[in-house]
């Protein structure tokens, strides 16, 4: 022992001997100036806080009880007095969490604390719980829950004189090692504690830094707090820690050295809320944000370097969500420069290398060039190499490589070759890449976001074609059902595409009730995406991400002979666009009436949102917690919930929905009535590869001049496949028979309602058809008044600008001025969008002849072409028109289904379903300008008074028409009617 070791053992000895006869003041002041000296041991820095904290002395207790715990993190009386300092510090969370460590781990006091603060320890875990419960959430698997997110403003200066805080000082320069030490530790160990200690001092050492350092503080702070966002994926914590970042930004003079430093993590940390949200402004301000940090002047090279790499990935995310490819190409000749300028010594070398081996699987995917391919393998493998075992990064580098393995293997295929890749000597791809991606869900604990993305590849990598001899037993579906379960930091959105994958899996298997337990879950996470801060693009982006997964719990189970829980699941997981907005509609009336305490505040926070307020997290957590109060009445309990299947017969009132699907393995149609027990028909002749291709071949047709030489050979596939095996079990006796089709998936994108071959009799002649997107629109529908009087609104554009000229739409607009001479449509100039939806909301019968944009990519920014601009879906569908009976919509496609976006039906004919229209015709593809005329000329004739006969007129019409063109089935068969 060296002399100065001795003489700092020889002072702990006597301070120990003075603090056990309760001579606090001098115990701390002889054991202070060795702790200038830095002595660590735990038992040590816990004499001395001990002795500060029973000399009154708060502060200054707080860095050596922190610095006890940190060295020694089993010491139990260091943990108890740590808990009770920083709940009087205005910490009390993680004030509460170090009481019940303490009480875990034996410190008698602890106990009779937590009690009288109404908590308990979890005796698994050592972490709070409260009284009577036996476990904490983590423990029982329930996402953990944190409280109301801290003041934006901490620095202690602010608070108020008789706060004894404000008096306060602390060493903050030294929290904010401790801090960097714990999160340095979480880095190697994976203790999400040490997250939460580091956040208790960095929070400190932010609270009471001086101007000058705070910014640099606030940074750290924000930065740890993104780190509990990655490990917990709490929404609050991202938003704190932009706020961090934000003020930081606010607090930093324009030319301070940290600047760049300060605005890559402002960008980095948008950026983690954008993959958490999906709201493009987020993507947009981290990109902004990142390239002054790019421009902003550094003397140190590494920090320019990582805000080139962070901008660089965020290019690439924006191209994958708006699909320009310039993004792509200039993320990857910026993470090419990167990496060159990256020594291979540098701790984040193998991440860059990672991060660029997928970008060029990225283009390799959109462009097919196997140079791309070629770059990304050899490049993922040296990432692989670079990283050590029990890295927390290893699990994401060998996803990454398992990710190029699997695309090897699917361009191994399409050029003709099984087993093999270009290069010397044989490889099997697809079995290195179920290794990889295996070797990554294996490595990932518990709770890890991107445990949900690893699944999702590992079991896309048993479905491609080749895989089937590797093909996993139920236990291991199970194992990794369990660990799905157990993804609590993914995202909602990231976890329902892994439990759409893993059903796919189970269904393909025949491991239906497993298929059907994981698409069940899966199903009821889609509602729980996150629409904070997000507009309607942004929305329908991440509800499009699981998609499919309607469709395949509707398979499993109907593979199990449960027809109405498919319909409930199809229900649940599809159109929740649609019933977000329905839920704004809602009328409030019985609400306002039994609970006006509850309903005026309630119809106040969802006019706020709806004005556009929605970034602001305050209203979003106001809504949901009048929405919780509002179910703890009775009346009320399922207040804004999902109506239940047998609530939802009243939509089949008068007929028979026919809700008809197609999956990887089966196809099935389940026919509804108003009553009695639904009817499952297997459709076995109906596959999914044959739905894609008639599908594409559609698609190419619609958007071809002139005549679709294949309409009359799909027509005929519709009816051997889909509808005739509906009209056989339903029988055609008695003339045409009521239905209403609700397809799922691609099947929305046909015409099932003119099925048959040229000649005989289909489903013209079988059925009177309408089709609904869900079963809550159509029974929305019912329950709007069927009469009320007709104020017409004609709106025609003969011309606009930069479009070719419709002739017939002037003709229709005369025509039915004829009809209604009291009411002057709106032509050319006047039909503006400021007056048409004016107009609008004031019309129970409206008609547009103009141009209308269905915009595949984005279905949100669909809508009709006015003289001044575009009325688009979300503007018509917020209208809510009272006693609105029929639309008519003759314009090009509006009644089209986006291919990516297909199971949430937004297109113009929804949207005026939405706006309260009880009836509403459109269009499945472009119509011609002539025979849209006609068609409208037709039915408006067949059509005596009451809008109720719009499904009737619109079938008549058809057959009239198809008499007219027997052999243009792409002309007749285009129009639809919506409604009840």
């Not at 006869?21 to 038992?43: I, K, M």
């Not at 190029?404 to 890449?433: E, I, S, T």
């Not at 629109?777 to 419709?806: C, I, W």
Request: net charge negative.
């Amino acid at each position: 022992m060296t002399s100065e070791s001795a003489r700092v053992e020889a002072l702990f000895e006597r301070g120990k001997e003075l603090f056990l006869r309760g001579r606090y003041q001098e115990a701390a002041h002889l054991l202070t100036p060795a702790d200038g000296a830095g002595p660590a041991a735990a038992g040590y820095q816990f004499v001395l806080g001990a002795s500060r904290w029973n000399s009154d002395d708060t502060a200054g207790a707080l860095y050596p009880l922190a610095l006890c715990v940190y060295v020694d993190p089993r010491h139990a009386g260091g943990h108890f007095a740590l808990g009770v300092a920083l709940r009087t510090l205005g910490q009390p969370e993680q004030g509460t969490v170090h009481l019940a460590r303490a009480a875990h781990l034996g410190n008698p006091q602890a106990p009779e604390l937590l009690r009288e603060l109404g908590m308990a320890h979890c005796e698994r875990c050592g972490g709070p719980v409260a009284l009577q419960a036996t476990r904490c959430e983590g423990c029982a698997g329930i996402p953990r829950a944190i409280g109301t997110p801290r003041s934006r403003t901490w620095p202690w200066p602010h608070l108020r004189p008789d706060d004894a805080r404000a008096r306060l000082t602390l060493p903050y320069e030294r929290l904010a090692d401790l801090g960097r030490g714990h999160l340095s530790r979480y880095a190697r160990e994976g203790d999400p504690r040490d997250i939460d200690s580091a956040l208790a001092c960095l929070e400190l050492a932010a609270a009471t830094a001086s101007a000058p350092d705070r910014p640099a503080r606030l940074t750290e702070l924000g930065s740890a707090y993104r780190r509990r966002f990655a490990c917990h994926g709490l929404p609050a914590d991202i938003d704190h820690a932009i706020d961090c970042h934000e003020q930081a930004l606010d607090l930093a003079a324009p030319d301070a050295p940290e600047q760049v430093y300060i605005l890559a993590n402002l960008g980095v940390a948008l950026g983690a809320r954008h993959e958490s949200t999906r709201a493009a402004a987020d993507l947009e301000r981290a990109i902004a944000f990142l390239e002054r940090a790019m421009a902003a002047p550094t003397e140190d090279p590494d920090e320019h370097l990582a805000a080139v790499a962070s901008a660089a990935l965020f290019y690439q995310r924006r191209c994958r969500e708006s699909g320009d490819q310039a993004d792509l190409d200039r993320s990857i000749a910026l993470q090419e420069t990167v990496v060159e300028a990256t020594p291979p010594g540098h701790h984040r070398y193998s991440g860059r290398m990672a991060n660029l081996s997928v970008a060029y699987l990225d283009r390799y995917e959109r462009r097919g060039d196997l140079t791309d391919l070629r770059r990304a393998l050899p490049l993922a493998s040296r990432a692989v190499a670079a990283t050590p075992q029990g890295s927390p990064a290893l699990p994401i580098r060998l996803a990454a490589r398992g990710g190029a393995w699997l695309q090897l293997h699917l361009a191994a295929r399409a050029g003709g070759r099984r087993d093999d890749a270009p290069g010397p000597g044989p490889v099997r791809p697809l079995d290195r890449a179920i290794e990889d991606l295996r070797r990554a869900l294996d490595a990932a604990p518990d709770g890890e976001p991107h445990v949900a993305d690893f699944l999702a590849e590992l079991v896309r990598a048993h479905l491609v074609p080749g895989a089937r001899h590797m093909a996993p037993g139920r236990r291991t579906l199970e194992a990794w059902e369990a660990r799905l379960g157990a993804a609590h930091g993914a995202t909602p959105s990231m976890r329902a595409v892994a439990g759409r994958n893993l059903g796919v899996l189970a269904n393909t298997l025949g491991e239906y009730d497993l298929a059907a337990r994981v698409l069940d879950a899966a199903v009821a996470l889609t509602p729980a995406v996150p629409l904070r801060g997000t507009d309607w693009a942004d929305q329908e982006r991440r509800f499009g991400e699981p998609r499919g997964l309607a469709s395949q719990a509707f398979a499993a189970h109907c593979a199990r002979g449960e027809p109405l829980q498919a319909v409930q699941q199809a229900e649940l997981g599809r159109g929740i666009q649609l019933a977000t907005v329905l839920d704004a509609h809602d009328d409030l009336t019985e609400l306002e009436r039994e609970l006006p305490e509850l309903a005026r505040p309630f119809r106040q926070v969802r006019k706020e949102l709806a004005a556009g307020s929605a970034a602001e997290a305050a209203l979003w957590e106001r809504y949901g917690r009048l929405v919780a109060r509002i179910r703890e009445h009775p009346r009320f309990t399922r207040f804004l919930k999902p109506p239940r299947v047998e609530e939802l017969r009243r939509a089949a009132a008068g007929g028979t929905v026919v809700v008809v699907n197609s999956a990887r393995n089966r196809a099935d149609a389940v026919l509804i009535g108003p009553e009695g027990e639904a009817r499952h028909v297997p459709l076995p002749e109906l596959s999914a590869d044959n739905v894609e291709a008639h599908s594409e071949a559609l698609a190419r047709s619609a958007h071809a001049e002139g005549r679709d030489p294949g309409m009359a050979d799909r027509l005929g596939w519709l009816w051997d496949t889909v509808v005739g095996p509906v009209a056989q079990t339903l029988g055609t006796d008695g003339g045409p028979r009521r239905v209403w089709w609700l397809p799922i998936g691609l099947l929305g994108l046909f015409p099932l309602h003119a099925a048959g071959h040229p000649g005989r009799p289909g489903a013209l002649d079988a059925f009177v058809s309408s089709y609904t997107p869900t079963l809550r629109l159509l029974a929305h529908a019912h329950d709007h008044p069927p009469a009320a009087p007709r104020r017409q609104l004609t709106v025609a554009l003969p011309s606009t600008a930069g479009l070719p000229g419709l002739p017939g739409a002037l003709a229709e607009a005369l025509d039915l001025h004829s009809r209604h001479p009291d009411q002057p449509p709106l032509l050319n100039e006047d039909a503006t969008t400021s007056r048409v939806a004016t107009a609008l909301s004031a019309s129970t019968w409206v008609h547009f002849a103009c141009h209308a944009l269905a915009d595949h990519a984005a279905p949100s920014r669909s809508g009709l072409r006015l003289n001044d601009g575009m009325l688009t879906i979300p503007e018509i569908s917020r209208l809510a028109v009272p006693d609105a009976q029929l639309a008519y919509l003759s314009a090009c496609s509006t009644g089209h289904r986006s291919p990516e976006y297909v199971d949430e039906s937004l297109n113009l004919a929804s949207a005026f379903q939405l706006a309260g229209f009880r009836h509403v015709i459109a269009s499945l593809w472009p119509l011609g300008d002539t025979f849209g005329a006609k068609a409208a000329r037709t039915f408006y004739a067949e059509l005596s008074i009451s809008a109720d006969e719009a499904p009737t007129a619109l079938h008549h019409t058809t057959l009239t028409l198809r008499n007219h063109y027997p052999t243009r089935p792409d002309l007749w068969s285009s129009l639809i009617h919506s409604g009840p």
